[in-house]
């Protein structure tokens, strides 16, 4: 095929490698293992192109639709049942977290540090994270509830926004690229001007030139029409 305006361009192949990364990358903290496109029915062929297999994507759909989740939005979970997430924090990246609470005394601590008790309520405790990660997120326990994993998965959707902005940053691969361009192009503007100088400084040197020699040819015309004007005459003489 023939090649586009941005083959070859350095910045061009970063942001594919970079699609192809998050294409095919996996979306942790969404169950006990990662989420792939592929599972949606969605894969990516040989040529680069994307396919949606629509048998496999309803049976995704009717089979476990939560599971959409890793697709659309970020989200805490928790490995056992009895967990209610009241707010929920924005991460850069899928993470894990434990929870511990003392069956005696009803402390409860995430990852060793403390939360905070905010409320009771109908066999429930609504906790707040005070450190870490998850500061200022509220979510509610059940009664008998003393240990868990909680994850924070991070989207699809999240990750490609997060890819589209530090592209589109001001220290992303587009603004390095337009910056050297246009370091280029100041460049390129430059070598032109100075080429234009020296072309109008040829051009006064060669005329100057040009014309001495045309009066010098006009010269050696005129000492050559005397000579044969004077060679006539001497042969008429003779």
Same mark, same amino acid.
């Given at each position: ?11 061009? *192949? ?34 680069? =192109? ?26 805490? +979970?928790? *490995?056992?049942?009895?967990? =209610? ?27 060793? $540090? ?40 991070? +989207?699809?959707? +999240?990750?490609?926004? =997060? ?5 589109? $940053?001001?220290?992303?691969?587009? =603004? ?19 080429? *234009? *100088? ?29 000579? +044969? ?10």
């Amino acid at each position: 095929e023939e090649s586009g305006s941005l083959a070859g361009n350095s910045g061009a *192949d970063i942001m594919k490698r970079e699609y192809q990364s998050v294409l095919s990358s996996g979306f942790e903290g969404f169950g006990d293992r990662s989420m792939y496109l592929s599972d949606f029915g969605v894969r990516t062929e040989r040529d680069g =192109t994307m396919t949606l297999d629509y048998n496999k994507f309803m049976r995704t759909f009717n089979d476990n639709p939560a599971s959409f989740d890793a697709l659309l939005q970020d989200g805490l +979970s928790a *490995d056992v049942d009895g967990f =209610t997430f009241i707010s929920k924090p924005e991460l850069g990246t899928s993470q894990n977290f434990e929870f511990k609470r003392d069956a005696v005394t009803g402390e409860a601590t995430l990852d060793g $540090s403390t939360l905070s008790q905010v409320e009771t309520d109908n066999g429930k405790v609504t906790f707040q994270v005070t450190d870490g990660p998850l500061l200022g997120t509220r979510f509610s326990v059940e009664n008998g509830v003393n240990s868990a994993t909680i994850q924070y998965g991070r +989207s699809f959707s +999240s990750t490609m926004q =997060t890819s589209l902005r530090g592209m589109l $940053s001001g220290a992303g691969v587009l =603004t390095r690229q337009e910056t050297s361009l246009e370091e280029t192009i100041a460049n390129q503007q430059e070598t032109l001007s100075k080429l *234009d *100088d020296t072309s109008a400084m040829l051009q006064k040197r060669y005329q100057a030139r040009f014309g001495a020699m045309e009066l010098v040819v006009s010269q050696l015309n005129s000492t050559g029409e005397y000579l +044969s004007n004077l060679v006539a005459q001497w042969n008429k003489s003779t």
